[in-house]
Antibody, heavy 116, light 112 residues
């Protein structure tokens, strides 16, 4: 059974950092590209970042470029999102999703709240 | 960036009746490989998104056949042939043809 479980969210002050994790199981993690997608309260879905199956290519939304870094550990079946210089507008539920041509599995998400 | 525009944003439906949601992209979603990477997601209240349809019209395994997708180029449609109570939620189209991936605003389906 495919499972994606995010962790690492919480309340953080503006300008601080947070690292999210997404633990994958039930499929061959190293064979899949992976994405981070967020949803601000009451808003629609916004793609944040993506990484190829082997970690060799990474893509970012303009809104997070230079502040967020996506990475993965294929030995530990885990996807990461390092978030630096956080802003109030980064407040959202962050979810990891499997795939690139289509997002075939999603985690429940972890809530990040940026507030002083 | 490709802008995805969904209509309507709210869709009250009678149980057992059909429903239709439109999604229009600001540019063609045909990839250089010839495929069109347009998907439909369902998000039930309190749940994460769930993929229903990919590449315009392919249903993910386990998705009821009352859901169907159609379209080409820049105009796409999700249809529910007979709405059931479990179909309540927000439906979003998403293009994964090019980065950055972009989503429609979402259509809230509710029972009248």
């Amino acid at each position: 059974q495919v499972q994606l479980v995010e962790s690492g969210g919480g309340v953080v002050q503006p300008g601080r950092s947070l690292r999210l994790s997404c633990a994958a199981s039930g499929f061959i993690f190293s064979s899949y590209d992976m994405q981070w997608v967020r949803q601000a309260p009451g808003k629609g879905l916004e793609w944040v970042a993506g990484i190829w199956y082997d970690g060799n290519s990474k893509y970012y939304a303009d809104s997070v470029k230079g502040r967020f870094t996506i990475s993965r550990d294929n030995f530990k079946n885990t996807l990461f999102l390092q978030m630096n210089s956080l802003r109030a507008e980064d407040t959202a539920v962050y979810s990891c999703a499997r795939g690139r041509t289509h997002l075939s599995a999603w985690g429940q998400g972890t809530l990040v709240t940026v507030s002083s | 960036d490709i802008v995805m525009t969904q209509t309507p944003l709210s869709l009250p439906v009678t149980l057992g009746q059909p429903a239709s949601i439109s999604c229009r992209s600001s540019q063609s979603l045909v990839h250089s490989d010839g495929n069109t990477y347009l998907s439909w997601l369902q998000q039930r209240p309190g749940q994460p998104p769930r993929l229903l349809i990919y590449e315009i019209s392919d249903r993910l395994s386990g998705v009821p056949d009352r859901f169907s997708g159609s379209g080409a180029g820049t105009d796409f449609t999700l249809k529910i042939s007979r709405v059931e109570a479990e179909d309540v939620g927000v439906y979003s189209c998403v293009q994964t043809t090019q980065f950055p991936f972009t989503f429609g605003e979402g259509t809230k389906v509710e029972i009248k």
